[in-house]
């Protein structure tokens, strides 16, 4: 088995800092979560990025700073989103893949399928995904696959036909959106099943499966995303107090399970990176 990528979704769009005062918002404060994040066993952070009154933003220039932050600090895999956040025009969410030269992410999201996102829709029509896969692949960042749907696979298929997408491909699979599938164990299984061979796959369970789905991919040879973005709860009515605590959990639970986890390093070697 692979050595185990643990992925670290440190802010995401929908929590409110006023919320979850916790949460990393400001470059600086996103810098210091990945390198926490990254000490406690991240190979990978999935980066959102906030604007001065922290309302999320896909704007070049923030993403710039996080990313110029983050790797003064650490050498972590940065994956940046593409979804932003619900109602975002697709211009506005590619903008970090335009970025360039030391600052150009190494990994971006690819949301394959339209999804009901709580009470709002994450709405990414055929037409929008192929635009992305072409800017995504033209700018030589290779993508995330976003699953929250088993019909998100066949998308992503479909776009390997058309030869949009290379494989191997790279999936991540949300599980637990309240409009997407429920993150349970069954539901599990039947995604990785659907999957084309080759692939490599990372879950990630919202809310409360967050650690059971993390600790079935552990077992299952897949890879893991935990933080904020996804949960924010350590147990049952117990909020986490940092992303790190998130990761951490998960690289104790494979340690006792027997499986390493991996080094950015080894991460890229495993995702095709390097
Ligand atoms: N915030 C969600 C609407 C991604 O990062 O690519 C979309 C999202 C997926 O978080
Ligand atoms: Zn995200």
Redesign the pocket.
Known sequence: MEKLIITC?LT???IAKEDFPALPCSPEEIAVAAEEAAKAGAAMV?V?ARDERNR?TQRAEVFAKIIELIRARTGVIVQV??????GMTPEERLSPVTLTGPLKPEMA???TGTVN?GE?V?SNPAPVIEVFARRIVGAGIKP?I?VFDVGFVDNALRLVQKGLLQPPLHLNL?MGVPGGITGTPRNLLHLVESLPAGSTWSVAGIGRAQLPLGVTAVVLGGHVRVGF?DNIFYSRGLKATSNAQLVARVARVAAELGREVATPDEARRILGLA
């Open positions: 979704a995401g769009a929908e999935h959102h999320p989103s593409t979804g932003g956040a619900a999201t690819l949301t996102f709002e994450f995330e976003e949300v973005e």
